[in-house]
């Protein structure tokens, strides 16, 4: 599962990261850096938030957080993570929060994996940003 260059192929759905490509115009700082950054930047912030809510029993919150995770995790192609936090995100709108301590740790083990891939392809889009 983390071996190579399958670990961020599984993690990282290319065809989100080349439609965010088709985006760069040029002469603008690198779009993938850019947008990745906000990810590394913003997103732990609502992992501890659906860990807590998930730990507490706050469907509200876990609603809340996840969702936010979900559309944020997708625009950057972390598919499973967003899949993730849309099951997270549906548990809290029912208000069925069996076993969403267990699903939420899962989310954080993808969302570590997410955030490896996502600064590996930031320090690798320099390269492949500059012919174009």
């Known amino acids: 599962m983390k071996e ?4 961020s192929c599984d993690v990282i ?14 002469g603008d700082p ?7 950054g906000l990810f590394i930047k913003h997103s732990p912030e609502k992992v501890n938030a659906i860990m807590q809510s998930a730990e507490r ?3 509200k919150g876990l ?13 950057i ?10 099951e997270l995100e549906l548990m809290g709108r029912s208000n ?6 267990e699903k939420a740790q899962r989310l954080k083990e ?3 994996q997410a955030m490896a891939a996502i600064d590996a392809e930031i320090k690798g889009t320099g390269q492949s940003a500059e012919g174009r």
């Open 57 to 59: 029993g706050d469907a």
């Open 77 to 86: 192609g972390a598919m499973r993570l967003s899949a993730l936090a849309k």
């Open 63 to 75: 609603q809340i957080a996840a969702h936010s995770l979900k559309s944020s995790s997708a625009y």
């Open 30 to 36: 690198d779009i993938i850096a850019e947008v990745g």
């Open 96 to 101: 069925s929060l069996e076993g969403a301590k």
């Open 110 to 112: 993808e969302f570590v």
């Open 13 to 26: 759905d290319r065809s989100a990261l080349a439609s965010l490509r088709e985006l760069q115009e040029e």
């Open 4 to 7: 190579g260059g399958e670990f």
